[in-house]
């Protein structure tokens, strides 16, 4: 259940906007938050709450059980992976599912959270291979990581603005080119034990265990940058960048730290003595920290380690996400919290939160397509002007998006100017009257861009055979690991032909020849 108060001026930061019950535990996923301002939040079940931003449900449905957050396309494709079943999924605003992909060989490795490029593929990690795949679910191309080690991908694959990918395995950095050639390897790190994060020049962060924990600073040439340690204490959340380099990286046992752009640590934020654990930060545009930590506290915390605000019941084991509009999101058992701050969505720094951004692409490649947002003035209850502070990204200036006026007034109307795909004004074309606050603006959102989902539900496999030698079919997922269909046969005409369910077994096949009949 939503509850919201009616609130027309800014509310004070900390304040709980309204609250929603999801009737199972939330906590460990974050939700993402779509162009529009609609949440997807995954329960413990694998259920999709779908709600508007003011927190009323608009519906739920069953979907994948993940361990990872979901991740939603510049086209509005929710994608989640699927878990027992090893799969990445892919549904349309309906939750209707688009296209499937099934990975294979480890029968213990789970498919991670996607990375997207830039050219709308999809990046994953599945036991030993890195996949980045077309929308019509075929293999763009394939990395096999397999060593002596048994390198299983442990996190998503994160982007770089230029397209590099970085993947953490079991006991190693990789670095893949866009194109999906294995740019370096470093095998000497230990174990990655965060998500990973990339700055401006393409150096990657992550804390790594090994005789002792250590956080990392690696350079675009896989060459080590600095190293600090933690006295052998390990991590409880992934590391976020500041506009200034700053890293934020919360310490088990000791508490949330900012190391400098040389790996000294700036200040530490001690745990209170009864929790555990903080969470990993999002970072607002106005200099904020936001994170949660075991105790459900939830901190609103200044660039110099002192406290702005905290607010006791509402933080949660899971990370917040902070919204363009100055929501912070968080996540406490089985509640969905929604409170006032002071910022007005994300710092614009190379990595602010621990996906990324508020759709978890993982991927600093693009600007991915956002809503603007604005707030109004008014003088004697007529509406003076709109002040831009988010300009979005993603808008066409052939179709400016609407803007609606919503207070205790009547009559204003106004337009959008767009360029280079942002709002950058908004002139007023009628002032109304009797407003006695400044309205809320509503800027609508950029279009999604358009797309092809192509799914395959049979294939026609036509092959031509030798009568009177033996064969075994054998179908594939990836074009690496393969597995028999049916029994060995003799066949009885040089031209075979079978027609076969796809999203069952595999998409591609092959024969081979077995012995003599």
Not at 311 to 322: A, K
Request: proline share 7%; hydrophobic share 40%; charged share 15%.
């Amino acid at each position: 259940m939503a509850l919201l108060p009616c609130v027309l001026g800014a509310a004070e930061p900390g304040t709980m906007l309204w609250r929603y019950s999801a009737g199972e535990d939330i906590s460990l996923r974050a939700p993402a938050v779509g162009v529009d301002g609609t949440l997807y939040l995954e329960t413990s079940s694998g259920q999709i709450h779908v709600l508007l931003p003011n927190g009323e449900r608009k519906f739920a449905k069953a979907a994948s059980l993940s361990y990872w957050a979901p991740t939603i396309g510049v086209d509005g494709t929710l994608y989640l992976p699927g878990y027992p079943k090893e799969r990445m999924n892919a549904y349309d605003a309906s939750l209707k599912e688009l296209w499937s992909f099934q990975t294979s060989g480890c029968s213990d490795c789970h498919v991670t959270g996607p990375a997207l490029q830039a050219d709308g593929r999809v990046v994953i990690g599945g036991g030993f291979t890195v996949f980045s795949i077309r929308p019509n679910t075929t293999v763009a191309w394939l990395v096999d990581l397999t060593s002596p080690d048994g390198p299983i991908v442990t996190f998503p694959p994160v982007i770089a603005s230029n397209g590099t990918i970085y993947v953490a395995t079991f006991r190693a950095l990789h670095a893949i080119s866009p194109a999906g050639s294995l740019r370096w390897a470093r095998l000497d790190i230990g174990q990655p034990v965060t998500s990973l994060a990339i700055d401006l020049n393409q150096s990657v962060y992550f804390g790594a265990g090994g005789t002792e924990y250590s956080f990392f600073c690696i350079g675009s040439d896989g060459k080590n940058r600095w190293r600090t340690g933690f006295g052998g204490r390990t991590f409880t959340g992934s590391p976020v960048i500041g506009i200034d380099g700053t890293v934020y990286i919360p310490v088990t046992d000791s508490g949330m730290h900012a190391i400098d752009a040389t790996g000294k640590v700036k200040w530490v934020y001690p745990l209170p003595s009864r929790a555990t654990q903080f969470t990993s930060a999002v970072l607002g545009d106005d200099g904020l920290i936001y994170f949660g930590d075991s105790v459900r506290m939830l901190y609103g915390m200044k660039s110099d380690g002192t406290l702005a605000w905290s607010r006791r019941g509402s933080g949660g084991t899971g990370r917040p996400v902070l919204a363009p509009d100055g929501t912070l999101y968080s996540a406490a058992g089985g509640n969905l919290f929604a409170i006032a701050t002071s910022s007005k969505g994300m710092a614009k720094s190379p990595w602010p939160s621990e996906d990324h951004d508020l759709r978890n692409s993982r991927s600093a490649e693009l600007p991915i397509a956002q809503r603007a947002f604005g707030e109004s003035k008014s003088e004697d209850g007529r509406v003076t002007a709109v002040t831009i502070y988010e300009p979005g990204n993603g808008y066409d200036p052939k179709f400016p998006p609407a803007v609606v006026f919503r207070g205790l007034g009547r009559g204003a109307s106004a337009h959008a100017i767009v360029e280079g795909g942002q709002v950058v004004a908004i002139e007023i074309e009628d002032p109304g009257s009797g407003y006695t606050l400044p309205p809320l603006v509503t800027i609508g959102s950029p279009p999604f861009v358009p797309g092809l989902s192509i799914r395959t539900e049979t294939v026609r496999v036509e092959m031509h055979l030798t009568l009177g030698e033996k064969y075994q079919l054998e179908t594939s997922m990836d074009l690496v690991n393969w597995a028999p269909v049916g029994g060995p046969f003799a066949p009885e005409q040089e031209t075979f032909v079978r027609i076969f369910n796809v999203r069952e077994i595999g998409q591609y096949f092959r024969a081979l020849q077995t012995a003599s009949h």
